[in-house]
């Protein structure tokens, strides 16, 4: 019995594999979209992290100014206290952070702290946790600035002087012809007027002496204080007598006594 072995038939249709360039892309372009999926998920929130941030260290300095600024108050109020008691009438207090100048005892090269008739100082400001390293404004000039803004205090618009009024030709000129008729028409009555004015001319000396004789209100002098922020030079000297010099930001207080009317 023969037996006949099926042959393959050419005419039916079969898959076809992949191609190289299929097998080779098909995971590289997979990988691709992963990462690039990543990336952009991080930049939808990288806004709200930036924005964050930028909010807690917003925070964080408001925070430290005010714990400056407290230290800072702390020392104007006693030297302003000490001033009082001083007697004189002027005095500049510069304010450094302690761990800002290395030199305990250096001292200002640009301010005579000699003169007898100005009341000067140093401060060395610190605070009670504060470790080594903490300089704050000694080497930040935009923080110093910054502090001085909120020390400074407001001008008295009272005493300001105001420049003066412009005045019209128009209006000066019919300013003197109604005074030059004015006087004609009271020439007239200058006869009829003098005896007025002798009796009362007696009862203003009475009151001019009661005047005199009444106590005055106490007079107030003005204190004009100025708060500035300034790159201090400060010179110093080491163990061996040699001399040096730092440079750093301070805030520097300056004040002024103006005195007002007699003394008692």
Not at 65 to 73: A, M, R, V, W
Not at 161 to 177: F, G, N, Q, T
Not at 183 to 198: C, I, L, P, Y
Not at 219 to 234: L, N, P, Y
């Amino acid at each position: 019995m023969d037996s006949k072995i099926p042959m393959p038939s050419h005419d039916r249709e079969e898959a076809a594999p992949p191609s190289y360039s299929e097998s080779i892309l098909s995971p590289s372009a997979a990988i691709s979209t992963y990462y690039r999926t990543q990336i952009q998920s991080q930049l939808a929130t990288l806004s709200t992290e930036i924005s964050s941030l930028s909010t807690q260290k917003t925070l964080l300095s408001h925070a430290n100014d005010e714990k400056i600024l407290s230290l800072l108050t702390t020392q104007i109020q006693i030297y302003l206290s000490r001033f009082a008691q001083s007697g004189l009438r002027r005095g500049t207090l510069i304010l450094v952070p302690a761990q800002g100048l290395e030199d305990d005892h250096a001292q200002p090269c640009d301010y005579d702290f000699k003169d007898p008739e100005e009341f000067d100082d140093v401060a060395r400001v610190r605070g009670k946790e504060d470790g080594e390293g903490e300089t704050w404004y000694w080497r930040n000039e935009e923080m110093a600035r910054r502090l001085v803004d909120y020390l400074r205090p407001t001008r008295d618009l009272r005493n300001q002087e105001l420049p003066p009024r412009p005045r019209d030709d128009a209006v000066e000129s019919s300013s003197r012809s109604v005074s030059a008729a004015g006087s004609r028409f009271w020439r007239k009555k200058s006869v009829v007027t003098n005896v007025a004015t002798a009796a009362k001319g007696e009862a203003g000396d009475t009151k001019r002496d009661s005047d005199l004789k009444s106590p005055k209100s106490p007079v107030v002098d003005k204190v004009a204080m100025d708060v500035s922020a300034e790159e201090v030079v400060f010179r110093t000297e080491n163990d061996m007598g040699i001399f040096g010099t730092e440079t750093g930001w301070a805030v520097v207080v300056k004040l002024r006594l103006t005195l007002e009317g007699p003394r008692i």
